[in-house]
């Protein structure tokens, strides 16, 4: 077994640290060892999406980069955007606008559409499927994640902005 | 799926990651954004005993024009590349490129120099930069030496780098006035490697004759593919519908697609020369012509 090394991550806030193995990919840490296990494993083969954290301010799939290569990394899942007991506008989004069946790929989803909106504030719909083109759904059809992402780019226009 | 156990190093320099290669061989792999490596190391197609990270090397990521070229640091990842201004302005055929590699979440990671040096035919890439007629710079024990990239990918998974050399950052020639280029590619749904795909990049003189003509196809032969007989054919010619079907022809004809899940031969052939039109006609627009 390759030699452990230190991994400490700020995420949702929370400065967190662990020895892992190298081999350890940024997944598992964040599930088995932090024990937030919002984040989701689909395929594991970077194609789902399911997976998909924001590592300093940018989307990335937890299941393709090893936990060692974000040491020093600021995190966002999906357990960091409930705020002062408050969902954020696209958990609500997502509720309203039915954006998800059975939920699997939902905190994927709401990790991509937030790293969309923090960049575009006001995306067309296309810019919303383009957003979301890295993240599979197979109940919804896309059509309510869509409209989901609308009503949170509503809602933070509004003034609600997180 | 777990990778194989191996030991992470994580270099400060570029001199200091040349000198762990030289130290571990065969053994060790450079890890850039990551995007193709990690799945073949969860699949155990790659098991690297020593895994160099030079994400935290300083000075490898940029995009800028300088002393005639568009210079790309090997480390650039795939968004910004995208969305380059310079790239923006006047190099559609990159982003038409870079746009359709993987999906958001992977382009924010991986690099264009990555894309590259991993040597997949499948990748979006190397067929631009065959037509952009780029170079690219290998930096090794003995410093750096430039490998023009129609000498650069000799197998599959295979290039002109050494063991203990780096892709270090791509040079692509300031194109002259009216020129253009595009870049189309047909992939079955977003995060596919391409089903086909054709750059096509053209230079015309002052009387709209082509002067120069670049054409490189993605993942229709065991290596990305130069269209030098389609290149040929144009030089001299104007670009009109004749010359430009012709061409797209000679390219289908150069290209050696095999039979998969994505589709048997002919349709491949067929798909490049409908690309190659496209791909054609949509360079001599953007060319002014």
Redesign the interface.
């Known amino acids: 077994?390759?030699?452990k090394?230190s991994v400490h991550v700020k995420i949702n806030g929370r400065e967190r640290q662990a020895d892992v193995?190298?081999?350890l990919?940024l997944v598992h840490f964040i599930r088995e060892v932090l024990g937030l296990t919002g984040t989701h494993v689909g395929c594991?083969?970077?194609?789902c999406?399911a997976c998909?954290v924001v590592l300093d301010g940018?989307?990335?799939?937890s299941c393709?980069?090893?936990a060692?290569?974000a040491d020093g990394a600021e995190l966002l899942t999906v357990e960091g955007l409930l705020q002062d007991g408050k969902l954020h506008p696209l958990q609500e989004g997502f509720k309203q606008e039915h954006g998800l069946q059975c939920g699997f790929c939902t905190p994927g989803m709401l990790m991509?559409t937030y790293a969309l909106l923090k960049k575009n504030s006001q995306p067309s719909e296309e810019e919303i499927r383009?957003?979301i083109?890295?993240n599979l759904c197979r109940c919804t059809g896309y059509q309510n994640i869509v409209k989901a992402v609308q009503y949170a780019a509503g809602k933070l226009a509004e003034g609600g902005a997180r | 799926m777990i990778p194989a156990s191996f030991e992470y190093l994580r270099p400060k320099t570029v001199s200091e990651a040349i000198g762990l290669l030289q130290q571990h061989g065969d053994d060790a792999k450079i890890l850039s954004g990551g995007q193709s490596l990690i799945p073949m190391m969860k699949l155990r197609l790659a098991r690297p005993g020593y895994l160099i990270d030079i994400n935290r090397v300083p000075g490898l990521s940029y995009v800028k024009e300088e002393g005639g070229y568009l210079k790309i640091g090997g480390l650039t990842r795939e968004a910004e590349l995208e969305g380059s201004p310079v790239v923006h302005s006047k190099y559609p055929i990159i982003v038409d490129t870079a746009h359709v590699i993987a999906d958001p979440q992977v382009r924010n990671l991986a690099t264009v120099g990555g894309n590259l040096a991993h040597g997949d035919p499948a990748n979006d890439h190397p067929a631009t930069m065959l037509a952009l007629g780029a170079q690219v710079v290998a930096t090794g024990p003995k410093g750096e030496r430039v490998i023009p990239i129609e000498n650069f990918f000799l197998s599959i998974f295979s290039t002109a780098l050494q063991p203990d050399e780096i892709l270090t950052e791509i040079r692509i020639p300031i194109p002259p006035p009216r020129s253009g280029g595009a870049y189309f590619k047909l992939e079955r749904k977003v995060g596919d490697f391409a089903t086909a795909a054709v750059a096509a990049q053209i230079t015309f003189d002052d009387q709209g004759v082509c002067q120069e003509a670049g054409i490189g196809l993605t993942n229709v032969g065991p290596t990305p593919i130069k269209a030098r007989k389609a290149e040929e054919f144009l030089r001299g010619k104007r670009l009109d519908e004749a010359n430009i079907k012709q061409a797209a022809q000679l390219a289908a004809e150069e290209s050696e697609p095999s039979a998969d899940l994505r589709g048997p031969v002919e349709y491949k052939k067929g798909l490049v020369k409908e690309l190659a039109k496209r791909a054609l006609t949509r360079a001599r627009e953007r060319a002014g012509k």
């Not at chain 1, 594991?44 to 194609?47: F, H, K, L, V, Y």
């Not at chain 1, 940018?58 to 799939?61: E, N, Q, S």
């Open positions: 077994m390759a030699k090394q193995e190298p081999r990919l594991d083969t970077s194609n999406g998909t940018k989307t990335v799939k393709t980069m090893f060692v290569q991509s383009w957003g083109s890295g």
